[in-house]
């Protein structure tokens, strides 16, 4: 099944189809925490102040890659004297890993958030892991990229 005559793709295409699909993860990524942000919302209305979920997930595109981070909210000051104002705190994942700590997430978790916290991360993990490879495959295409445009630029020379 060896097609000789086939087309290889350019790096530039290799390099559009990766970041089409990180465009797709990152959709997937924001589809999960808009699930868990909606749960929360829905669930803290018939909530006392005590038992609402302070857990927040949110994903974020920057350059060549995507992060999905957990963050603990916190509500200070008064509504009735406008001072109210959420203060965020990212919880940290752990170096080398593509997945929260899920003692970590579930001691700050309600109890009856706690099924949907392990759900959406456990969907998380493999798009976090999936982004890792693609993030290293666009860093080494661009280095061919630039290496190519270098080598362009002092045949011209």
Known sequence: MNNLNRKSPSVEEALDSLRFRLGDLMRMAESLCDQHFEFVMAENKRRTWAER????AKPRAR????TITWF???WYGANAAKTRRMDKKVIIK???KHGYNMDT???RAQYWEVDMVTRIEEELIPIRK????????IGQLNYIENTHQAARWADQG
Not at 63 to 66: A, C, I, P, R, W
Not at 130 to 137: R, T
């Open 72 to 74: 603990e909210i916190r």
């Open 63 to 66: 350059d060549n890659t995507l």
């Open 94 to 96: 752990p170096k080398n």
């Open 130 to 137: 999936e982004v890792s490879f693609i993030a290293k495959a």
């Open 53 to 56: 979920s302070i857990l927040y």
């Open 105 to 107: 997430l579930l001691k």
